[in-house]
Nanobody, 115 residues
């Protein structure tokens, strides 16, 4: 019984910024890992960024240096701040959480970057 709701996607111009949010709700204990994946048309889903319970972060090379992932433990929420957006960032972004060795996925939020 875990629900993930993403928000923050939309249409932005090249060089713009946005912050994606994902709220986990339901009945569960602590969340181990929270992350963001994305899938562009014709491509496989790929990891964008993740953050562990201990705060260790991982970023895709394509977003490193212009993105920051963070989490609010009390609110069971993970954020992805993305700056200097590029057309290559256009994709459906999916929230993923790991709870008790199980993965849960949100339904996605669309990010479109245009010039």
């Amino acid at each position: 019984q875990v629900q993930l709701v993403e928000s923050g996607g939309g249409l932005v111009q090249v060089g713009g910024s946005l912050r994606l949010s994902c709220v986990a709700s339901g009945s569960f204990f602590s969340i181990n890992v929270m992350g963001w994946y994305r899938q562009a048309p014709g491509k496989q889903r790929e990891l964008v960024a993740s953050i562990s319970r201990g705060g260790s972060t991982t970023y895709a090379d394509s977003v490193k240096g212009r993105s920051t992932i963070s989490r609010d433990y009390a609110k069971n929420t993970v954020y992805l701040q993305m700056n200097s957006l590029k057309p290559e960032d256009t994709a459906a972004y999916y929230c993923n959480v790991g709870i008790r060795n199980q993965d849960y996925w949100g339904q996605g939020t669309q990010v479109t970057v245009s010039s």
